[in-house]
């Protein structure tokens, strides 16, 4: 069974569209990423799909519920880490997943939660005290407290150091290890390449492309990028011909050559019969970001 | 329901006494002012001021209501426009915590503030100038619960309406002064002028105040009073609750 399947997602405030036609579906088991531009529709979408907020149209179904016609349902399924949400700054770790455990029902063993999510020793601090990384902390384990088979993770490192941002992947894939099925929103690509398995890339209220991290890159990516200082008698026009070589290009003394599969051997071959084989090649693989930002410029051309 | 309700108090609660300002408006200002006020006035009746009553008489059902706006006017907008803004409001409704929920938290510690603050206001009146007790004790609750209820929905529409943390201090601040000064807790209702007694007759400790002064001095429960405080209430809330589920 799907997790979440969203079909036709529409949803305006005044007179902005913020969601104009969103399509998802996500297995169960899935680490699933939501990217694009701010004010692209991902939060919307996600409030939108576990119930915060109601949508104009379209079908949400959370395992097969409705958010809206059944929320109780929904919520013992759901749990979620918000965006730009705080706890009281003067309420203690141990009072917040004790209220928590309370609004979740069920039996709830708090000392064994602070256990897992290493904040024993922070059970009397207060949450203005913690760090960022331990804020989050929390609130995974807040967010986790009801047992849910899906949690929606929104843009949970923005603003962390590395090493913070660290200990939250590990975090998620140990959600994803006990089964819970993830939709996590953000900004970060080295983010989505490295937890999701497959991303959807919003921009203005749509779903432009979807695919694993490693599929967009291929179908969007642009493929390599080759740079090395060029000779003064380099000739481009044999190297566009390359096997593999879709373009070249010279910008003052560096010259670029882009292309996909057999152009980096090609190209090294080539440069060393001319006699630059002392050149030194600059290689730079497509990366989910260069896809993205052909996706998100192909969108707002389009527009 | 009843878990999370419970739980949602006893926190509250906690996060009310830690809250500096808010027990300083309850629990400090209160009896200081009353007890500079009976250094003044004294407890000896004065027909020409008080309607004859005690000044001490007076002041201690009085600072009651005042304990009760406290939280109201300041204590709950403060602490609900915090919430918003802090997005705690959103996060208490993804985990699906009720409005029902919510309120019946806050009325709680807006009970158990006002109780406080009232034993600290009449343990201080009776130990220094022996304050008369209330004629009626089930006037006083009766208009002491419906005070509380007055004055939390005033907080919740307060708390909805204000836009930040810094305007709910502001403006919370400067109601709590205005209503003071002239609804009965300041100099005695006589001295006012005219347009300072009508500014009182529009706010609603004034209300509050006489309907708590009437059983206390022997004075019977005042309807006219009763039915004022209701009105209040019923409207707040009116404009209150829905907003505060929309707002959150």
Known sequence: MDALRVEGLYKRYGATTAVNGVDLVVPEGEIFGILGPNGSGKTTTVECAYGLRAADAGRIRVFGADPQSDPDRVGRLVGTQLQDS????????????????????????EARVLVKWGL???RRAKFGSLSGGQRQRLFVALAL????????????????DPGARREVWRLVEEIRREGTTVVLVTHFMDEAERLCDRVAVIVNGRVRAVGTPA????????????????????????????????????????????????????????????????????????????????IVGAATEVR | MMRAVRAL?????????????????TLALPPLVLYVLAQVFGNTPNPAVYGGAGPVNYY??????????????????????????????RRFQAAHVSVPALLASQLFVLFAGVVAGSVIL?????VSYAVAWPVSWLGVAFSLML??????????????????????????????????????????????????????????????????????????????ETLIMTGVLLVASALAVPALRRRT
């Open chain 1, 145 to 160: 407290l009801g047992r849910p088979r899906l949690v929606f993770l929104d843009e949970m490192t923005t603003g962390l």
């Open chain 1, 120 to 122: 024993t020793g922070k």
């Open chain 2, 122 to 126: 009449v343990a201080l009146a009776r």
């Open chain 2, 147 to 224: 005070g509380i209820l007055t004055f939390a929905a005033t907080g919740f529409l307060l708390g909805v309406a204000l836009p930040t943390t810094r305007a709910a201090q502001g403006i919370g601040m400067l109601l709590w002064f205005l209503m003071m000064m002239v609804s009965g807790a300041g100099p005695p209702p006589e001295v006012l002028s005219a347009t300072l007694r009508a500014v009182a007759t529009a706010t609603p400790l004034k209300h509050v105040i006489i309907a708590l002064q009437d059983p206390w001095l022997g004075r019977g429960v005042n309807w006219t």
């Open chain 2, 60 to 89: 201690v059902p009085a600072y009651i209501g005042l304990v009760a706006a406290s939280l109201g006017l300041i204590g709950l907008p403060v602490h609900l426009a915090a919430y918003r803004e802090r997005g705690v409001l």
């Open chain 1, 86 to 109: 705080a706890l009281p700054d003067r309420i203690t770790v141990g009072e917040a997943v004790h209220l928590f455990a309370a609004v979740a029902g069920g039996p709830v063993d």
């Open chain 1, 215 to 294: 599929g967009l890159v291929g179908q969007y990516g642009g493929g390599l990028r080759v740079r090395f200082t060029a000779p003064l008698d380099l000739d481009r026009a044999k190297l566009a011909v390359l096997p593999g070589a879709t373009s070249v290009d010279r910008h003052g003394e560096v010259c670029e050559v882009r292309g996909h599969g057999a152009l980096v051997t090609a190209l090294g071959h080539q440069l060393t019969i001319d006699g630059h084989g002392d050149v030194e090649l600059h290689v730079h693989p497509a990366s989910l970001e260069d896809a993205y930002v052909a």
């Open chain 2, 9 to 25: 108090s006893w926190i509250e609660l906690k996060l009310f006494l830690r809250e500096p300002v808010t027990v300083v408006f």
